[in-house]
């Protein structure tokens, strides 16, 4: 079992910046990839950014150049950094866990861009 506990969302302007955190608890020995995905009502979940143990990261094409995510093995959390936010950037991002068994996911945080 692995616990993914999310902080960080909040109300920002246009062109602010957030850093969402995930931490990892339980069998984290078992993850391979780490991510935030996000979904807004209405829509599917996306993915947003992951990072792959050994370091390989991707994004979704819409945030590159503006979020960055990165993971402390130390400390078993994945972090994701928004800047240059834009309102369309506005929704639920969800931390997900790759587990060797399944699937794991936070309880999202909300993230809203005012314009």
């Known amino acids: 079992q692995v616990q993914l506990v999310e902080s960080g969302g909040g109300l920002v302007q246009a062109g602010g910046s957030l850093r969402l955190s995930c931490a990892a608890s339980?069998?984290?020995?078992?993850?391979?990839?780490m991510g935030w995905y996000r979904q807004v009502p209405g829509k599917q979940r996306e993915l947003v950014a992951v990072?792959?143990?050994?370091?390989?990261?991707n994004y979704v094409d819409s945030v590159k150049g503006r979020f960055t995510i990165s993971r402390d093995y130390a400390k078993n959390t994945v972090y994701l950094q928004m800047n240059s936010l834009k309102p369309e950037d506005t929704a639920v991002y969800y931390c997900?866990?790759?587990?060797?068994?399944?699937?794991?996911w936070g309880q999202g945080t909300q993230v809203t861009v005012s314009s």
């Open positions: 997900n866990a790759k587990h060797v068994y399944r699937d794991y």
């Open positions: 990072a792959v143990s050994g370091g390989t990261t």
């Open positions: 339980g069998s984290v020995f078992r993850i391979n990839t």
